[in-house]
């Protein structure tokens, strides 16, 4: 049950990431998929996102590891 909690707070903490993207605070985002990482270090679409705006930062290396 708290695993799946874990993952509820994590897609939370996702889409305020991508909502944060959307008008355009980067660094918000980053803060938030990061949250949404540490509460559940499996949870892909945080990678895919982080990796977004890390390749929109110019940060390829990073991106390129968050997409692997």
């Known amino acids: ?3 799946s909690r874990a993952g ?3 897609a939370i903490y996702c889409n305020r990431g991508l909502a944060r993207k959307m008008l355009g605070d980067l660094a918000g985002s980053v803060a938030d998929f990061e ?6 270090d499996k949870f ?3 990678y895919l996102a982080r ?3 890390r390749a ?3 940060d390829v290396q990073g991106a390129v590891r968050d997409l692997e």
């Open 1 to 3: 049950r708290a695993l």
């Open 44 to 46: 892909a679409p945080a």
């Open 35 to 40: 949250g949404a990482l540490r509460l559940d």
């Open 8 to 10: 509820d707070v994590a």
């Open 56 to 58: 929109l930062t110019g």
């Open 51 to 53: 990796g977004s705006v």
